[in-house]
């Protein structure tokens, strides 16, 4: 699934089962529609090692299939080649931009921008909070989020 040429995008969240693994099947499936997905390498990964092997929580696959978009992912922590080989690293919150800037102090060569992703929602959310702990309605505004972040990113980068 890796774009031989082209962008590179990798979603960042704590655990990689909540917000990232949303955030890549929303950036996906819009490359998807708008016919450049071949031109994308898209992923996500985790700061943490908490959750390395699982599938997206349930909450966030109910989420995803309720607005039919496609959902195949195993949790993953960000690795020190992800600094080297993507161009974008979009993170979920402050924290997650700590912990991957201390690490791309570390990586030699690092090419990836890392920001926030909320940094492209045109309604200035900046934080994408995490709907772990919370209900059905925490991982639809996460969705909503990721929808209107993820099209200005592409927007911007296309």
């Known amino acids: 699934m890796a774009a031989v040429s082209g962008k590179s995008v990798l979603f960042v969240c704590l655990g990689n089962i909540c917000r990232s693994p949303i955030a890549e099947a929303v950036f996906r499936k819009m490359a998807t529609d708008s016919g450049v997905v071949d031109k994308w390498r898209i992923d996500s990964a985790a700061t943490s090692t908490y959750e390395i092997g699982n599938p997206p929580d349930y909450r966030g696959q109910a989420c995803m299939k309720k607005h039919s978009v496609p959902m195949r992912h195993v949790a993953r ?3 020190k080649e992800d600094f080297q080989s993507f161009d974008y690293i979009l993170c979920m919150d402050e924290s ?27 309604e200035k959310q900046l934080i994408i909070q995490d709907p772990y702990y919370g209900s059905d309605k925490d991982f639809e505004t ?5 929808v209107r972040c993820c099209r200005v990113f592409l927007e911007k980068n296309s």
Do not use: F, H, M, W
């Not at 570390?106 to 990836?112: L, N, P, R, T």
């Open 77 to 79: 922590q960000v690795t």
């Open 142 to 146: 996460v969705y909503e989020q990721c």
């Open 96 to 122: 997650n931009l700590r912990d991957l800037k201390r690490t791309a102090n570390s990586v030699k060569s690092c090419k990836a921008k890392i920001e926030l992703l909320g940094s492209y929602d045109p």
